[in-house]
């Protein structure tokens, strides 16, 4: 079971979902991508509700960008999952930080508040040594929210797809859809 945890004011209806859910139903691999509350504690008890009902009968793997990168990074640490994160959210809280007051949701323009104590919840999810045997970390340099250099020195001695160019949103996932599926080692039938 491939988890996809979408990106901050997103939704399991994002474009790169899609992609990723287009090519696992092609290659009988099974795939969720749940639609996360905007509270990060919230959005991380959910996560690990999935995680744990899936793990006793199938492997799991988590893929996440930017925030979504963020709470996979913890909870790939805590249940040991293989990871692929994209364009990730290395220091979310301080980068969020930037996000306080009221924003709105990509999906269906609904508004939602974030504050001083979601920035707070998200500290409580820093990883301080990530396995990086377990992660895939996929960059593009030309990412216009996040510098990409704070993912490399964290993450270093992962693997690597560090790319010139691009978005945060990363241009040409599907470019990548192989070589995540043999990263993850997903022999997973529908």
């Known amino acids: ?31 969720i991508a749940p639609s996360l509350p905007t509270i990060p504690d919230l959005a991380i008890k959910t996560l690990s509700e999935l995680i744990e009902s899936y793990q006793d009968s199938e492997p799991v793997y ?3 960008a930017s925030l979504g990168g963020y709470y996979a990074l913890y909870l790939g640490d805590k249940y040991a999952l293989k990871t692929v994160l ?3 959210a290395i220091n979310a809280p301080e980068t969020l930080e930037r996000a306080i007051g009221h924003g ?10 974030w504050n001083e104590s979601h920035l707070e919840m998200l500290e409580s999810y820093e ?7 377990n992660i895939l970390l996929l960059l593009q340099k030309g990412d216009e929210v996040l510098d990409y250099e704070e993912a490399l020195d964290v993450l270093e001695g992962a693997k690597l797809i560090l790319e010139e160019g ?3 949103g990363f241009e040409g996932l599907e470019r ?4 995540i599926k043999r990263f993850l080692g997903v022999a997973l039938t529908l």
């Open 86 to 88: 994209i364009n990730p």
């Open 62 to 64: 988590l893929i996440g």
């Open 166 to 168: 691009g978005t945060h």
């Open 176 to 179: 990548h859809f192989e070589s």
């Open 1 to 31: 079971m491939i988890i996809y945890i979408h990106g901050f004011g997103s939704s399991g209806e994002a474009s790169k979902a899609k992609l990723l859910r287009a090519y696992c139903q092609e290659n009988k691999i099974r795939f």
């Open 104 to 113: 709105v949701n990509y999906y269906d323009n609904s508004s939602y508040e």
């Open 127 to 133: 990883i301080e040594e990530p396995n990086v045997e």
